[in-house]
T-cell receptor
């Protein structure tokens, strides 16, 4: 059974500092890994999706890497801003065979101080 | 605008009173899922559907029913709600297994 862990559970940084968010998973037979952002009282916004054949994906200030062999993914957010304050969730996807179910980590709550 | 729409957003009800949470997507997605989010337990899949008339259980299906009669709609039915179903519920959809999943804004259910 896939287990996804995110450490730390919470993180506070001053504005401008780079953010590094970690995600680890136990079963390397994933189809893809997706990073989400969740704001209080809101749904999940998809940030990046990395296919199992890829090593990384980039979108603006965001960069996500994937190392299947070690069961790790890292989300980097460059030059953090107060608007980046949110909970960040990673989720491992096993693909069609398992109904495209995502197994989520517990999330990292990020606070960027002005 | 591409979106997943859930209704209602908030509901307080009593044990045993049947309720339905609707979910609709306008992206012609094949896959749709329901998740619940609970403190300390994270997000867990309840049911999923790979296409019209094709549904299957996720990790926590007990006490829930779903149907997929049309591609765009995937309602979640609680036939006899109980307090342990108090939670934040999310509907999600995706074009295929390789594509990002899109989530609705959530439905907060309180069962008294």
């Amino acid at each position: 059974k896939q287990e996804v862990t995110q450490i730390p559970a919470a993180l506070s940084v001053p504005e401008g500092e780079n953010l590094v968010l970690n995600c680890s998973f136990t079963d390397s037979a994933i189809y893809n890994l997706q990073w989400f952002r969740q704001d209080p009282g809101k749904g999940l916004t998809s940030l990046l999706l990395i296919q199992s054949s890829q090593r990384e994906q980039t979108s603006g200030r965001l960069n996500a890497s994937l190392d299947k062999s070690s069961g790790r993914s890292t989300l980097y957010i460059a030059a953090s801003q107060p608007g980046d304050s949110a909970t960040y969730l990673c989720a491992a996807g096993p693909g069609r065979a398992a109904g495209n179910k995502l197994t989520f980590g517990g999330g990292t709550r990020v606070l960027v101080k002005p | 605008e591409a979106q997943v729409t859930q209704n209602p957003r908030y509901l307080i009800t009593v044990t045993g009173k049947k309720l339905t949470v609707t979910c609709s997507q306008n992206m012609n997605h094949e896959y749709m899922s329901w998740y619940r989010q609970d403190p300390g337990l994270g997000l867990r899949q309840i049911y999923y559907s790979m296409n019209v008339e094709v549904t299957d259980k996720g990790d926590v299906p007990e006490g829930y029913k779903v149907s997929r009669k049309e591609k765009r709609n995937f309602p979640l039915i609680l036939e006899s709600p109980s307090p342990n179903q108090t939670s934040l519920y999310f509907c999600a959809s995706s074009l295929a297994g390789a594509q990002p999943q899109h989530f609705g804004d959530g439905t907060r259910l309180s069962i008294l």
